[in-house]
């Protein structure tokens, strides 16, 4: 009977094996007043110590283990080894990457040492360890990829020391720490588009404006000096009206390019063409046939 007891136990133990072997774990400070904390080895049935209470933030904690390899089927250092230190109910936590030394008598036992600066930690984890009293919790984890581990292996993933904060620490504290807002209406981001140009620049439109005069003003003293018009040789009657309307045209259409090239808009523009530009043509069309029989 006691021997079926003992086979069961032992099953039992084999069936959940852990790949890696923590031991000898112990919690040092740089404040001497407090006191090393042995943890010893570090299973999935390990219970924590009690919270460990700081009287600084200013506090460095040194976690130290020795990880056996010997019974591990990889037989090197575990591609995850990490202290996870944080707030772990509302997930805020940071990895501590350790230091790995060989041990001086067993080259498959490993000196892991993790250092843990509380003043370096997260604004966010100060703020709720220290206003709202909740606990920092350390988390160990050491594991490798599945294919790594033998059959029945099982990595480790284990809280190992909480730490609090004596109450005269909030008054000293300084709280940086802006919760983000979440699940909340934001700004509304409202962009006004410029309209677009309406006419051309003032540079442009006067070189054009002044361009448009000069070409209008020799243009008419040319006519004028080869009598292409002259006072001798006016249209005189109904030739005369159909003159004036047709000289008159021309001008009024230089005059609204000109205005155009002032600032007038363009669509404005067009509309005004399109009320000029066909009484000249109309006009200059009679006046110059009618003109023609005289040449």
């Not at 909340?184 to 410029?194: D, G, N, Q, R, Y």
């Not at 009598?227 to 045209?249: L, Q, R, V, W």
Request: glycine fraction near 4%.
């Amino acid at each position: 009977m006691k021997l079926s007891r003992t086979l069961a136990v032992v099953c039992s133990a084999m069936a959940c094996a852990n790949a890696f072997i923590v031991k000898d774990s112990k919690i040092s400070f740089k404040d001497e007043a407090l006191e090393a904390v042995e943890v010893g080895a570090i299973e999935a049935s390990t219970e924590k110590p009690a919270p460990i209470t700081l009287s600084s933030i200013d506090e460095v904690l040194n976690f130290k283990f020795k990880l056996d390899l010997s019974k591990s089927k990889s037989k090197e250092v575990p591609e995850q080894l990490s202290l996870l230190v944080g707030v772990a109910d509302r997930n805020l936590e940071i990895a501590v990457v350790p230091k790995v030394k060989d041990s001086s008598k067993n080259n498959k036992v490993k000196l892991v040492s993790f250092k843990v600066d509380v003043a370096a930690l997260p604004s966010s984890v100060l703020h709720y360890a220290v206003v709202a009293g909740e606990k920092i919790t350390a988390t160990l984890i050491v594991a490798n990829e599945q294919k790594n581990l033998a059959r029945k292996e099982e990595n480790i993933f284990q809280q190992v020391f909480d730490l609090e904060f004596a109450p005269e620490v909030a008054h000293e504290f300084v709280d940086f720490f802006e919760a983000p807002e979440r699940y909340v209406a934001k700004p509304e981001l409202a962009h006004t588009f410029p309209a677009a140009p309406e006419t051309v620049p003032a540079g442009v439109a006067s070189v054009f404006g002044g361009a448009i005069l000069f070409v209008n003003v020799f243009l008419y003293m040319y006519w004028f000096y080869f009598n292409a018009i002259s006072f001798s040789n006016m249209p005189t009657g109904g030739d005369f009206i159909t003159f004036a309307i047709f000289f008159g045209s021309v001008v009024a259409c230089e005059v609204v390019f000109g205005l155009y090239y002032l600032g007038t808009g363009i669509f404005e523009t067009i509309n005004t063409l399109a009320i000029v530009a066909p009484v000249g043509l109309i006009a200059g069309t009679k006046f110059l046939r009618s003109f023609s029989k005289r040449i």
